[in-house]
């Protein structure tokens, strides 16, 4: 009957959203290539590689949980994401410092992770998430 009107979805925010999506899927991807590669490394290495792997994979996983309400505008979700895409960044800039070869697939990850935390705070697209105090408040309230 009276529902609130609520705004359409920015475009920025639906890429970001699959962004986020891929970001995930594909962390998740690069974490399991990565942990697999410990058989591939010296002995002593072999602990940080695993380590790495697996906090790629977690952190990958993490994010695609989410991600759907990273679309319905939630602030929770976006400070989530930005802590968990931090986290990201930066066990992949640990993966591109400690190779010795250069890695393009965790440089386009990066990028992409930066471009996403950049999106979801930077305005247009950081009006459309509600703030975190609003969260827990009922849509409509019942008056007599």
């Known amino acids: 009957m009276n529902e ?5 979805r920015p475009i920025v925010i639906t890429i ?7 970001s995930g899927l594909t962390s998740t991807g690069l974490g399991i ?20 792997g697996a906090g790629i994979i977690l952190f990958g996983l993490l994010t695609v ?12 979700s976006r400070l989530l994401v930005t802590i968990y895409l931090g986290v990201q960044i930066t066990l992949h800039l640990t993966t591109i410092i400690t190779t010795d070869v250069w890695d393009w ?8 992770e930066i471009f996403v935390v950049a999106v979801v705070w930077l305005p247009p697209a ?11 408040t009922p849509d409509m309230v019942i008056q007599r």
Not at 4 to 8: D, F, L, Q
Request: glycine content about 4%; cysteine-free.
């Open 105 to 112: 697939y965790a440089a386009v990850q990066l990028a992409l």
């Open 33 to 52: 290539l990565i942990l697999l590669s410990r058989y591939q490394v010296a002995i002593d290495q072999v602990l940080l590689v695993s380590l790495l």
């Open 126 to 136: 950081s009006r459309y998430f509600r703030p975190m105090r609003e969260a827990h």
């Open 16 to 22: 970001a959203v699959v962004l986020v999506y891929l």
């Open 4 to 8: 609130p009107i609520r705004a359409s």
């Open 65 to 76: 949980a989410v991600a759907s309400s990273l679309s319905r505008g939630s602030g929770l």
